[in-house]
């Protein structure tokens, strides 16, 4: 894949001066302690790099964990939404194609609205009628409920009893609604996000 991608920065005369690893990059400007985590979520999977501060910042490990990208994480949201307008006014978004195009659209904003409130209201349009719903940031958190124990699973398994390590959440993880809080109860773990943009 890094040879492809080579190729065709090449075909474009962009000059490569060099391929650094996205968590070292994350993380090389910032204060972080001998043993450092970096949780990414990719499109189709998370990404966990262990990463050691010495003299210099190294990456001595990565893993996957399949099935657990961002696409996972908003398949289950808009599942959840979509569960809400069934039980709460009968209408199913899911059964039109427009419709469940309207949940993926509106999806950014209505997570990003959770972020800073409790509740938020979410309206779909269905030719001249329009269903409206109040979806909690508790009901988006259940429902990610299975997938973020798996995460926790996956860092705890990588923090060794009694050794301090860093964990640092890329933007996209720490963005996800209640995934920070979830893995601040892995012990000896101290838990912060990267700045957006950082690698």
């Excluded at 910032?30 to 990414?40: C, I, K, N, S, W």
């Excluded at 039109?96 to 309206?123: C, F, M």
């Excluded at 705890?156 to 009893?161: D, E, L, S």
């Amino acid at each position: 894949q890094l040879g492809l991608l080579l190729g065709v920065l090449n075909e474009t005369r962009v000059p490569v001066c060099g391929l650094v690893d996205a968590a070292v990059a994350a993380v090389a400007l910032q204060p972080a302690g001998e043993r450092v985590l970096y949780l990414d979520l990719e499109l189709h999977q998370a990404v966990l790099t262990l990463l050691e501060h010495g003299n210099d910042l190294r990456r001595s490990q990565s893993e996957l964990l399949p099935r657990h990208g961002q696409l996972s994480l908003e398949e289950a949201w808009v599942e959840a939404i979509a569960v809400t307008f069934v039980r709460r006014t009968r209408f199913d978004p899911l059964h039109d194609a427009r419709n469940e195009q309207a949940l993926w659209d509106g999806l950014p904003e209505w997570i990003g609205a959770l972020e800073n409130a409790e509740t938020t209201e979410i309206e779909i349009r269905d030719g001249e009628a329009a269903h409206k719903v109040e979806f909690s940031r508790d009901a988006l958190v259940a429902a990610m409920q299975q997938r973020y124990a798996n995460l926790f699973g996956f860092v705890q398994q990588h923090c060794p009893a009694g050794v301090n390590t860093d964990l640092v959440l890329s933007d996209r993880a720490a963005a996800a609604p209640g995934l920070m809080t979830r893995l601040a109860g892995v012990p000896s773990v101290s838990i912060r996000s990267a700045p957006r943009g950082a690698a």
